[in-house]
């Protein structure tokens, strides 16, 4: 690849990740809307200070959901893993063939998506053991147990209410 070429596959990269996180997020407050769960979305929660702290926190958006009864738990597992269908896009139009594939920067956008499209491991703990979980993330949040003590039986280690706080 030529230097100029790279640099634009970068920045296509940079700026498809960029854009990914932000409707990661909002794939997951897709379903918990459509589900009728109340949920809290915050951009930069943990900011630290001007454009490149903003850019270099960690996460850049967060949905919580703030309560789901015990009988809505299945519309907490579809919202965990509802960013997959951000992948469908990169895999219609690589098999309908519209899209150059020997292209560069045609493959670093459909890596950045696909990257984007990918769960993070507070989605699978909240897929896994959204029946473990009770009650309002926001009015009772818990702090993580320390290593001499032990979550209760009715918690996961995974899931306790950080486990909202998404990629």
């Known amino acids: 690849m030529i230097g100029l070429e790279v640099v634009g596959v970068g920045t296509a990269l940079a700026v498809t990740i960029g854009l990914g996180l ?9 379903v918990l809307r459509l589900g009728n769960v109340e949920y809290d979305v915050s951009y930069f929660p943990a900011r630290s ?6 850019l270099a926190s960690y996460p ?3 949905v919580e959901p703030v309560a789901a009864d015990a009988d809505r738990t299945w519309v907490l597992r579809l919202a965990a893993v509802s960013p997959l269908a951000l992948s ?7 098999a309908s063939g519209i899209v150059p594939a020997d292209d560069p920067i045609v493959a670093g956008i459909a890596i950045g998506v696909l990257a984007c499209a990918l769960p993070s491991p507070q989605d699978f703990s909240v897929a896994f053991y959204a029946h473990r979980r009770g009650g309002s993330r926001s009015s009772d949040r818990r702090e993580r147990p320390t ?3 032990s979550p209760s ?4 280690p995974l899931c306790d ?6 990629s």
Do not use: C, N, Y
């Open 153 to 156: 039986d009715d918690e996961s």
């Open 147 to 149: 290593r001499d003590e």
């Open 60 to 62: 850049w958006a967060v």
């Open 22 to 30: 932000v409707a990661h997020e909002w794939t997951h407050a897709l």
């Open 88 to 94: 469908s896009p990169v895999f219609v139009l690589a």
């Open 49 to 54: 200070g001007g454009v490149i702290g903003a």
């Open 161 to 166: 209410g950080s486990a909202a706080r998404d």
